[in-house]
C-alpha cells in the first residue's frame, strides 16, 4: 500500500468516526424514544450482527430484540419490522410517516431519484402531480376499462406464444416477463418493447433485467453516504449505460409532441 493510499484509509476511517461520533451527540437525547436492537459498534453499525443470509440473520435478531428494531447498517439508521400483525399497523395507522423511501444511490445516476414517483418522497410536488396523472388515467374505472383491449390482447399474444411451442421445452418466466414488460410499456407509452417470439434478449428487457439486478445489489454507498461521490464500487457508471428507458420516455414524449402540432 503506497503512501497515498494509506492517506485516504486514514482520512476516511476519521470522517467516519467524527460523523458517528456527531450523530450519537445528536440522537442520544431520542434514544429511548427509538426501538431496541443490538448495541451497535463504531463506523460499521451493525454489519457483523447480519453475517450470513439477511432473512434467518434478520430473524435470529427478531427473536431477541421483538417484531419491531432498529439497527444501523454502517451510518444509516433502518428499523426492521418482521411481524404481520406489527406490519399491518405500520401500514394502516402510520402510512403518512412511511410513505418516503431511502433513495438508493443507483437510482440517482439516471435522475430516477427526482423524477420516478417510486423514490420521490410523498411531499414533493411532482410525486403529487405524477400520483393524481397515474390516478385518473391509469388506475380508475374508466382507466382500467380503457386498458382492457391491451390486457386481452398480450393475454392473447401469450397463450398463443405458448400454444405454438406445444410439446416443446418453454422458459415460462422468460415469457412471461416479457408480457408483463410489454404490457406495462403498452399502458404507460403506447409501444410495445418486446417480441415474444424473439427467443434471444432485446435492449429494453436487457436494460430491465441489468436495472433490477443493480438495484438489488449492496452498495457500500448506502451504508456510508459520504463515499457517494467516490462510486467506489461503480453501479452509477454502469447504470449510465441503461438508457433504454430514458430514451423510450424521450421518445414517447416527442411522438406527442409531433401529434399536437
Known amino acids: 500500500m503506497d503512501v497515498n493510499q494509506l492517506w485516504l484509509l486514514w482520512a476516511t476511517l476519521a470522517v467516519s468516526l467524527l460523523y458517528y461520533i456527531s450523530n450519537r451527540r445528536r440522537r442520544v437525547g431520542g434514544r429511548r424514544r427509538c426501538p431496541p436492537g443490538p448495541m451497535p459498534l463504531p463506523l460499521v453499525g451493525n454489519l457483523l450482527n447480519l453475517r450470513g443470509h439477511l432473512p434467518p440473520a434478520l430473524a435470529r ?3 431477541t430484540y421483538g417484531p419491531v428494531m432498529m439497527l444501523k447498517m454502517g ?3 433502518t428499523v426492521v419490522i418482521s411481524s404481520g400483525d406489527a406490519a399491518r399497523e405500520a401500514f394502516t395507522k402510520h402510512d403518512r410517516h412511511l410513505a418516503a423511501r431511502t433513495v438508493l444511490d443507483v437510482t440517482r445516476s439516471l435522475d430516477f ?3 420516478s414517483m417510486i423514490w420521490l418522497p410523498s ?3 411532482v410525486w403529487k402531480t405524477l ?11 374508466r382507466g382500467l376499462a380503457a386498458l382492457r383491449g391491451v390486457r ?7 397463450v398463443g406464444y405458448f400454444r405454438g411451442r406445444a410439446g416443446e421445452v418453454v422458459d415460462v418466466r422468460h415469457a412471461v416477463y416479457g408480457c408483463m414488460l410489454s404490457l406495462v410499456s403498452s399502458a404507460f407509452f403506447s409501444v410495445d418493447v418486446v417480441d415474444l417470439s424473439a427467443e434471444s434478449e432485446n435492449e429494453f428487457r436487457q436494460s430491465m433485467t441489468f436495472l433490477m439486478e443493480v438495484v438489488s445489489k449492496t452498495n457500500v454507498s448506502d451504508f456510508f453516504p459520504f463515499l457517494r461521490p467516490l ?8 447504470t449510465e449505460s441503461a438508457s433504454r428507458l430514458s430514451g ?5 414524449q416527442r411522438r406527442m409532441q409531433q401529434t399536437q402540432t
Not at 386481452?152 to 401469450?158: A, C, G, Y
Not at 423510450?248 to 414517447?252: E, S
Request: glycine letters at 4%.
Open 75 to 77: 451510518l444509516t439508521t
Open 123 to 125: 411531499s414533493d410536488t
Open 131 to 141: 400520483r393524481g396523472v397515474t390516478a385518473a388515467s391509469i388506475f380508475s374505472p
Open 152 to 158: 386481452e390482447s398480450k393475454v392473447r399474444d401469450l
Open 231 to 238: 462510486d467506489l464500487q461503480g453501479w452509477r457508471r454502469l
Open 248 to 252: 423510450l420516455c424521450a421518445d414517447r
Open 61 to 63: 435478531l427478531a427473536r
Open 113 to 115: 431519484a427526482d423524477r
